[in-house]
């Protein structure tokens, strides 16, 4: 059944239209007025729907997930051992790692006894997912802040070591560094840790299942931090 | 010799002053608009983005010139020319100031003072739509003619509400010659209002008023181009600067009718109660009668815009019914009334 079509009776002082048209013009009149005067404030976010983008920025969330990090511990040194587990998870397969001993000599730069040759993250496939950054056994790759990531050359969208390190930097330059994020629960997860054998199946079939309570073991002191 | 060359002067003047009108409107549009619906606007060219037409400018006059391939080209291109060239050519007859005496020679602020300018500018406000006509046949596009067909009809309708309206204007101050009726509306009127035209044609003063936004296709009248159904309506097919003359001539439009509202309604150059004439020297008043002018056109001008991002645009049938239902018997009327009274009073 279709709704019974009710026709709107109009007043006479609707059907003239004029008086209407300036109780109208009243209202955007107060509109005009309120945003002139806050266009001549000095402040940068006056009208309160608009941002002016470069000189004026919304806050972004705390966990936002932008340009990735390599971290520095806090003796300076490269947390990044080169295990590869990032490029493992990583859905858009744009992780390339390789792996090395830390050559004699420079062993006050890396933290562990193997690091990453290179690091290069492709961001012109990376979807910011951020598993690479749950994953990581040593919470040494995190999304940052960063997010003008536009480039007029697609050869600087190849992210490598040293744009890692230079994002890392800026960000702990500019206090925006923030806690490893927590990690994610795993349904059934609290479960299976009280029996042995599962959990021993896992460590034998391969690093993945072994390594997340173990990056959830790093990751917990440091939240508490 | 001299007088042709004052005259010469005076249509370079005018027709430079209208242009940077129609340039400043493009601008004090979009910002105005931008005010009304909380945003900001175009702000980044220049102090307060006033830069922003000259950017636009460059950016229409650089574009590629595209003429549609089934398009009538020579008709493709007088389209706009047919367009902007009576918006133009109004200011002809429009008084935009009382006088001004240089070395003993007196110099009057309008290019031509003729004695039937009424008839003239009624001629041109109806030649703008053969360039709207013209440009939606030969775009040879749908909506073009649509936007073409649109805006003949509605011109046909208001042309007699906005004739009728101009009539008892002309009943009321017995001439035709714009400089006489503006000259008549010094003074005041019942001894307490401005001797102005709307405190003695208030009704036919709204009419003229609802008229002019439809001649000049502005909303809520804005069918020929109406976005939302008919794409763009007549200039659909055009770009580059053919669109930029189009757009240019309907501030050109605004601009005429304005400086009509003025001439006719709101006393022209006068200020209320207070005779220029009387306490400045024969230069500074002539000055100051032209900025009193465009002071009031500016108010008219603003109108237009304040207007275009208040109301929304009327459905077809109401536009016409409006018209032929609402505008012309009242016009009829205020045209009856006017008569009477001047005929009891004399």
Redo the contacts between chains.
């Keep these: 059944m279709a709704k019974p079509v009710v026709e709107k009776r109009y007043k006479l002082s609707e059907q003239v239209y ?1 008086w209407e ?1 300036i109780k ?2 009243g ?3 107060k ?2 007025i309120f ?2 005067k806050a ?1 001549f404030r000095p402040e940068p976010h006056t ?4 941002w ?1 983008y470069p000189e004026d920025r919304r806050p972004i969330a705390p966990n936002f997930r932008g340009a990735h990090m390599l971290m520095l511990d806090e003796e300076g040194r490269e947390k990044c051992v080169g295990c590869g587990m990032c490029a493992k998870i990583c859905p858009a397969n744009c992780i390339t790692v390789e792996n090395a001993k830390v050559p004699e000599g420079e062993e006050g730069k890396y933290a562990g006894k193997t690091y990453s040759k290179t690091f290069t993250i492709d961001w012109l496939r990376c979807i910011f997912c951020g598993f690479c950054e749950e994953n990581c056994p040593k919470g040494a790759l995190m999304l940052g802040p960063e997010y003008e990531l536009a480039r007029y050359i697609p050869e600087e969208c190849m992210a490598d070591k040293s744009m890692l390190l230079a994002n890392f930097h800026k960000a702990k330059q500019e206090g925006k560094l923030r806690p490893p994020r927590e990690p994610v629960p795993v349904v059934g997860a609290a479960a299976k840790s009280g029996e042995e054998k599962p959990a021993a199946s896992a460590d034998e079939k391969g690093e993945k299942p072994a390594a997340k309570p173990k990056a959830a073991v790093k990751a917990k002191p440091k939240a508490a931090k | 010799m001299n007088d042709l060359i004052i005259t010469l002067i005076k249509v370079v003047f005018i027709w430079v002053w209208v242009l940077l009108i129609a340039v400043v409107m493009t601008w004090v549009e979009r910002r105005g608009a931008a005010m009304i619906q909380d945003r900001p606007g175009p702000n980044r060219a220049g102090p307060f983005g006033l830069l922003q037409p000259l950017a636009d400018g460059i950016k229409l006059f650089t574009k590629e010139d595209i003429i549609p391939a089934k398009a009538k080209k020579l008709l493709f291109i007088l389209g706009p020319i047919l367009f902007s060239l009576p918006a133009f050519s109004a200011y002809a007859v429009v008084p935009f100031g009382d006088k001004i005496v240089l070395g003993g020679k007196e110099i009057i602020l309008q290019v031509a003072d003729v004695n039937v300018g009424f008839l003239y500018i009624v001629a041109l406000g109806s030649m703008a739509v053969y360039g709207i006509v013209v440009g939606g046949w030969a775009s040879n596009n749908k909506y073009s003619i649509l936007g073409g067909l649109r805006a003949t009809a509605q011109l046909i309708s208001y042309e007699v509400p906005w004739g009728l309206a101009l009539l008892a204007i002309v009943l009321v101050y017995g001439t035709f010659s714009l400089r006489e009726i503006s000259l008549a509306q010094q003074g005041t009127f019942l001894g307490i209002l401005p001797n102005w035209g709307v405190f003695k044609q208030p009704l036919g003063f709204i009419l003229f008023i609802v008229a002019a936004y439809a001649e000049a296709n502005r909303v809520p009248f804005d069918l020929p181009e109406a976005e939302s159904e008919i794409v763009s309506g007549y200039h659909t097919e055009y770009g580059s600067m053919r669109l930029g003359l189009y757009l240019f001539g309907e501030y050109v439009n605004l601009c005429t009718l304005s400086a009509l509202m003025v001439t006719f309604f709101f006393g022209a150059w006068h200020l209320p109660y207070i005779d220029m004439a009387s306490f400045l020297g024969p230069i500074s008043y002539g000055i100051a009668s032209f900025l009193v002018f465009f002071l009031k056109v500016s108010f008219f001008l603003w109108l237009f815009v304040w207007v275009r991002w208040t109301v929304p645009r009327f459905r077809y049938d109401q536009v016409m019914g409006l018209g032929w239902k609402a505008l012309i018997p009242l016009g009829l009327l205020n045209l009856f009334l006017t008569a009477l009274a001047i005929q009891l009073t004399i």
């Design positions: 004029l048209l109208g013009m209202l955007t009149w509109h005009f945003n002139v266009s009208i309160p729907t608009c002016q």
